[in-house]
């Protein structure tokens, strides 16, 4: 592995290190990389979890629900993943969104968000309460945190794809916490990725400095006073991690460091010439050292660095709390007249694309979702939140969002379905976001139950009638929700003694 290191990276991380250590971390491109995967606490208890995998696992030290996997596993194969029982994630990626100390309740914003892996991590951390925003300027990776997120079962996030720059007019002293998995040089994923290191040019860290740069000062904008921003990279680079840091302390004084204790610590004397040859204060040089380093020769993991920040001060965190572009729809309303900000088109699953806009109102009858939901589902799955509708899609909208016109909205909230032509089509995120005992009408099948594969590619399956679990006096006959092992997998539609399959064509097995 070592042979595809740059030269110039090399010769670096030699100075910055010393002769000693610098042997240590070069061994450490010798040795396998880890394997990580985090299980979906929104799914499945950790102590269930840890019995129903057939996977060999040990626990990741700094992560609640992270697993080592073996390197001859094949989780993404397994029909749990299909469940979103768990994700797949680098060990050392799990480490900043633990350090976010995320509650029930926050408000919560993944400001780098796709694919997903920090966002789904936050969204466990919630348990369903609060709000989670993610937000992501690359269009096409969204569509990868889209997915994930619905995998997942998230129920209370929204997603966006806008520049920063935008959501800090929206979003002003708005979040309790912040993560920014920044864009970086990505040194830390040379031993995983050796296309990076093949591909890695020294003046890469001038263009992404000055997005960190930017990157900081936008989320400081949308933190609220007494919250907490976290700030990640997968790079060892100085210029990147502690000048950063210590920039943005010189420049914000209502702004300090969090100690990390769990890692190295960083590296203040590495602030110097040629590396980082700025000039920073006594106080910020010595506050970096607070900030961790997860080295690939002291841990069992790749290389990151991580940085805590609080700011200081306490108080409401703002951002008035309107309709977020559509009109809440009240429990007991038959119909409703919208005028839908998310606007532009649509795709088909739901999505919005294209800018927030406002089309002429339309009249959008309610009555078929009232009957599904009255008819297939228990509890009360839609609280809390605000069913809104944009066009013929309906969401449940996380509550207390700020006004969401003229930004990018590609989920804004949890998709329920699509009402057309007076019926309803129930969407795949809402049986993802279902727990099984939310549903009236289900089908169970035991994951060694052929069925369960069969469901899973897409084909039609023979269903006895006595196997549609429902109420007293209900008939098997209509929409189901379909579970494997007791987790909800997708809907089916029976009839007769034959499930029609409603599983998506893009998620199936292939």
């Known amino acids: 592995m070592t042979k595809h290191l740059p030269d110039t990276f090399v010769e670096k991380m030699k100075d910055l290190l010393g ?25 499945i208890e950790r102590s269930d979890f840890t019995e129903a995998v057939p996977f060999e696992l040990e626990a990741v030290p700094w ?9 001859g596993e094949r989780p993404g194969k397994h029909p749990y993943y299909h469940l979103g029982l768990y994700y797949i994630q680098e060990p050392s990626a799990m480490a900043p969104a633990d350090l976010l100390d995320v509650q029930p309740g926050d408000k919560v914003l993944d400001l780098c968000a796709a694919p997903g892996g920090k966002s789904t991590q936050i969204a466990g951390k919630l ?5 989670l925003v993610s937000n992501d300027i690359n269009a096409e990776r969204v569509k990868a945190l889209v997915r994930n997120l619905e995998l997942f079962g998230v129920r209370n996030g929204i997603v966006l794809n806008e520049k920063p720059e935008k959501l ?13 998995d920044a864009p970086c040089s990505g040194e830390g994923m040379f031993r995983k990725e050796e296309e990076m290191a093949i591909y890695w040019e020294r003046n890469t860290i001038a263009m992404y400095n000055r997005m960190q740069e930017e990157l900081l000062g936008q989320a400081a904008a949308m933190l609220a006073p007494g919250g907490r921003l976290v700030y990640s990279t997968c790079t060892f680079s100085p210029e990147e991690n502690e000048a950063q840091i210590a920039a943005f302390l ?16 960083g590296r203040p004397e590495w602030l110097r010439e040629p590396w980082c040859p700025g000039e920073f204060s006594g106080e910020a040089r010595a506050a970096v050292a607070g900030t961790g380093r997860l080295w690939p020769h002291k841990l069992r993991g790749e290389g990151h660095y991580v940085a805590v920040l609080g700011r200081r001060g306490a108080g409401d965190s703002g951002g008035a709390p ?10 007991d309303s038959a119909s409703l007249a919208v005028k839908p900000g998310g606007g532009g088109r649509r795709d088909r699953r739901g999505g919005l694309k294209g800018r927030a806009a406002a089309p002429a109102r339309a009249e959008v009858s309610l009555e078929p979702l009232e009957a599904f939901a009255g008819e297939l589902l228990r509890g009360e799955p839609f609280a809390p939140g605000r069913l809104v509708c944009y066009g013929d899609y309906a969401y449940l909208s996380p509550l207390g969002l700020p006004e969401l016109h003229g930004l990018k909205v590609v989920r804004p909230g949890w998709y329920i379905g699509a009402l057309h032509r007076g019926r309803f089509e129930p969407s795949q995120s809402l049986a993802l976001g279902l727990r099984g005992g939310e549903a009236k009408r289900v089908l169970r099948l035991a994951l060694d139950d052929a069925r369960a594969l069969r469901y899973l590619r897409g084909e039609t399956l023979e269903v006895a009638e006595d196997e549609i679990l429902r109420e007293e006096g209900q008939a098997a006959k209509g929409y189901c929700l379909v579970c494997l092992d007791g987790h909800p997998v997708g809907w089916g539609k029976w009839i007769d003694g034959i499930l029609k399959n409603e599983y998506p064509p893009a998620w199936r097995w292939t």
Do not use: C, W
């Not at 609640?64 to 073996?70: D, I, K, P, T």
């Open 19 to 43: 002769e000693e250590e610098f042997a240590q971390f070069l061994a450490s491109y010798e040795e396998p990389r880890a394997y990580g995967l985090r299980a979906n606490p929104l799914k």
């Open 63 to 71: 992560a609640a629900e992270g697993f080592y996997y073996g390197e």
């Open 127 to 131: 348990q369903g309460q609060g709000l």
């Open 168 to 180: 800090m007019v929206t979003f002003r002293d708005y979040f309790d916490k912040i993560v920014i």
């Open 250 to 265: 010189d420049k914000h004084d209502d702004f300090y460091v969090v100690p990390i204790d769990r890692f190295a610590p």
């Open 322 to 331: 309107v309709d977020g572009g559509a009109v809440t729809v009240e429990a």
